[in-house]
């Protein structure tokens, strides 16, 4: 992202907040437009 963006850089993964399910961040694929597998909701980002 350029400045002022709020990216975190091509390392970490997603993470479900309902399930905790856990998967490698995609570079390009924002976690937050990623449906969790196991159960569908919306992952968030994790360190």
Do not use: D, Y
Not at 9 to 28: D, L, S
Request: proline letters at 11%.
């Amino acid at each position: 992202m350029g400045p002022g963006g709020s990216g975190m850089g091509p390392g970490g993964e997603c993470v479900c907040p309902k399930c905790g399910f856990r998967t490698a961040h995609v570079r390009g694929v924002p976690c937050l437009k990623r449906e969790c597998p196991q159960c569908g909701t919306l992952m968030v980002r994790g360190q």
